[in-house]
């Protein structure tokens, strides 16, 4: 696609309920990110995946959240039995490489998850 | 451990004037990258301006400028000629040598007013 896709946009689910946050990133690009905005926040780094591999889960908050990533491209984030504390606006973002070049990572618009 | 801080939750331009939005950064590596993101309210992230650690100009793009001082591990953002739509949270990023992690600081608000 023409840019970095995430679905649903907003969902919102009842408490201790599973949730699956979907990412679809820029074709070729080998590198996603999630990350988690609470209202007014930055940007808290959850994890990024190489390919399919994740060098990095140390942002993932809790045993509750996990990722992965098949066949290079689509990613899952998955929320179990969520809590009120994990409503957020969850961003995906890919860049076409790791290193430190004008590699800029370009961002999904986001799926704003509502704990009730 | 790489960190970003930026200092300013907020700040104020009139419009047509210059602004300056800080940020320092932390690390231990010799080569990285700084990135400046816009997110209006829209919630949009939209990318700005790039320096890397062994760019030895600082790095501009049309009303944005990177004022870059490695010695003092800041890289502020300058946007020259203030517009009504430059209202928006602005952040700061790193990427460290690795080419991994992505961090951002908590970023700045910036409106600018008529």
């Known amino acids: 696609g023409a840019g970095v896709s995430q679905s649903p946009s907003n969902k919102v689910t009842e408490k201790g309920k599973d949730v699956e946050l979907r990412c679809d990133p820029i074709?070729?690009?080998?590198?996603l990110y999630w990350y988690r905005q609470s209202l007014g926040q930055g940007l808290e780094f959850l994890i990024y995946?190489?390919?399919?591999?994740?060098?990095?889960k140390s942002g993932l908050p809790s045993d509750r959240f996990s990722a992965e990533r098949t066949g290079g491209s689509v990613s899952t984030l998955t929320i179990q039995r969520t809590q009120q504390e994990d409503s957020a606006v969850y961003l995906c973002?890919?860049?076409?490489?790791?290193?430190?070049?004008?590699?800029?990572?370009?961002f999904g618009q986001g799926t704003r998850l509502t704990v009730v | 451990a790489q960190k970003i801080t930026q200092t300013q939750p907020g700040m104020f331009v009139q419009e047509k004037e210059a602004v300056t939005l800080d940020c320092t950064y932390d690390t231990s590596d010799q080569s990285y990258g700084l990135f400046w993101y816009k997110q209006p309210s829209s919630g949009e992230m939209i990318f700005l301006i790039y320096?890397?650690?062994?760019?030895?100009q600082n790095a501009t793009e049309g009303r944005y400028s990177l004022n870059f001082q490695k010695a003092r591990k800041s890289a502020n953002l300058v946007i020259s000629a203030s517009q009504l739509g430059d209202s928006a949270m602005y952040f700061c990023?790193?990427?460290?040598?690795?080419?991994?992690?992505?961090?951002f600081g908590q970023g700045t608000e910036l409106s600018v007013k008529p």
């Open positions: 995946f190489q390919g399919n591999s994740a060098p990095d």
């Open positions: 990023a790193m990427r460290g040598n690795q080419g991994g992690k992505l961090i």
């Open positions: 320096q890397g650690s062994y760019d030895e």
């Open positions: 973002a890919s860049s076409p490489r790791l290193g430190t070049g004008d590699t800029e990572a370009f």
């Open positions: 074709s070729g690009h080998t590198a």
